[in-house]
């Protein structure tokens, strides 16, 4: 068995980057509710198998006041009766775009997202989408340590 390189410090080597990244995230996080936010992340990163990055908005979202129950059943949302209709239709985008090597968006899940949110609600709705993908996919090929992470102090300052 061949052994693994050293692991690259992907944020290191590259903090352009990381600085594009992390001001698209900004943006996204200015343009949608925080909690659609939070459920959409975890979501996407539930389907990509990324531990950092569940570990990282799962515990976002209860420091912005989520509930356990919501985030215990998000896997299974689709049966659950904890999520409003615009929750539903922003999930089922967030699951069509995150597998969308699987085929394109379907029209009815677009249309679903859209009666719910105006253009530019839409439009950051799947720019989140897209971001959270590419966060992660750095994360995995980094090696980002999932368990270690504390909620940000803005998310902490939220609740209430």
Not at 24 to 52: H, M, T, W, Y
């Amino acid at each position: 068995m061949a052994a693994h390189p050293e692991h690259v410090n992907l944020y290191q080597a590259f903090p352009a980057g990381y600085e594009a990244m992390s001001a698209l995230e900004q943006a996204c996080a200015g343009a949608l509710d925080p909690v659609l936010f939070e459920l959409v992340k975890l979501r996407a990163s539930q389907i990509n198998g990324c531990a950092f990055c569940i570990d990282m908005h799962w515990k976002d979202a209860r420091a912005n006041g989520e509930s356990e129950e919501r985030l215990y059943m998000l896997d299974a949302w689709r049966e659950a009766t904890v999520y409003s209709d615009a929750e539903r239709a922003a999930l089922a985008l967030t699951e069509e775009v995150t597998l969308i090597a699987d085929g394109h968006v379907p029209p009815d899940v677009e249309a679903a997202a859209r009666a719910h949110l105006d253009a530019s609600g839409y439009a950051a709705l799947v720019f989140t989408i897209a971001t959270i993908n590419a966060w992660n996919r750095l994360a995995i090929t980094a090696h980002s340590p999932a368990g270690r992470y504390r909620p940000r102090p803005k998310a902490a300052a939220t609740t209430g």
